[in-house]
């Protein structure tokens, strides 16, 4: 079956820098596109960024572009998300899922606080 695990959340202070990481297994990694979502607090789940299965293409939110970046490495199956200069509205669960299959992984917390 299909996993999706993610790694590499915690506590950060506002202006600092998380990358997160998600490995996948169960699936063909290198013929899904992939993506990360996030959802806050009393929020809907929102897209965050996205990257094709080759990794040329990449999609990103208006409020993240400039600071986030995605990126995939196929022979690894795992897919990360850079995130720099966070701010505290940046704070939710971060969520990896294959765009392909629509699996979710089970979502690593973000949290941006002084």
């Known amino acids: 079956q ?3 695990v993610e790694s590499g959340g915690g506590l950060v202070q506002p202006g600092g820098s998380l ?3 998600c490995a996948a297994s169960g699936l063909i990694f290198r013929n899904n596109a ?11 789940r929102e897209l965050v960024a996205a990257i094709s299965s080759g990794g040329t293409s990449t999609n ?9 970046t995605i990126s995939r490495d196929n022979a690894k199956n795992t897919v990360d998300l850079q995130m720099n200069n ?4 940046d704070t939710a669960v971060y969520y990896c899922r294959s765009q392909t299959v629509g699996s ?7 949290t941006v606080s002084s």
């Open 86 to 89: 966070l701010n505290p509205e």
């Open 104 to 110: 979710w992984g089970q979502g690593t917390q973000v």
């Open 34 to 44: 992939m993506s990360w979502y996030r959802q806050a607090p009393g929020k809907q």
């Open 19 to 21: 990358r997160l990481s």
């Open 2 to 4: 299909v996993q999706l």
């Open 60 to 68: 990103y939110a208006d409020f993240v572009k400039g600071r986030f």
